[in-house]
């Protein structure tokens, strides 16, 4: 379904965000394509329940998987901004998890600038 949120935020967004990093930053790593790419989806998901699949997700210990990686990076995020702890994070009201999405992307943009310059 070309109109569906799935179709237009998790692949459309997604991976359009992908393309503009890999553009802007030539050396990004995996880690950090990721991060970035989901925190797009948690920003523009309105349907889905997108931060409680990070949360299922998340494994610091899985050095090489970068979805496993970024989803650690994005729930302890949330977990500094918002002073809870994962297991208090599921059923946030989509507009907290939009506007925290959009703050830890803004802090990766000052990071990805400084980093690549």
């Known amino acids: 379904d070309l109109e569906s949120e799935d179709f237009q935020v998790s692949l459309l967004k997604h991976?359009?965000?992908?393309?503009?990093?890999?553009?802007?930053?030539?050396?990004?790593?995996?880690?950090?394509?990721?991060?970035?790419?989901?925190?797009?989806?948690?920003?523009?998901?309105?349907?889905?329940?997108?931060?409680?699949?990070?949360?299922s997700q998340a494994d610091a210990t899985r050095a090489d998987n970068g979805h496993r990686l970024s989803a650690e990076h994005i729930v302890r995020g949330f977990e500094i901004c918002l002073k809870k702890d994962r297991g208090r994070l599921a059923g946030l009201p989509i507009e907290t998890v939009q506007t925290v999405a959009r703050s830890l992307f803004a802090e990766s943009c000052k990071e990805m600038a400084a980093k690549y310059r």
């Open 15 to 55: 991976e359009a965000q992908h393309a503009m990093d890999q553009a802007r930053y030539k050396d990004i790593t995996n880690k950090e394509l990721e991060y970035r790419a989901k925190l797009v989806e948690l920003i523009y998901s309105k349907e889905r329940r997108m931060l409680e699949r990070f949360v």
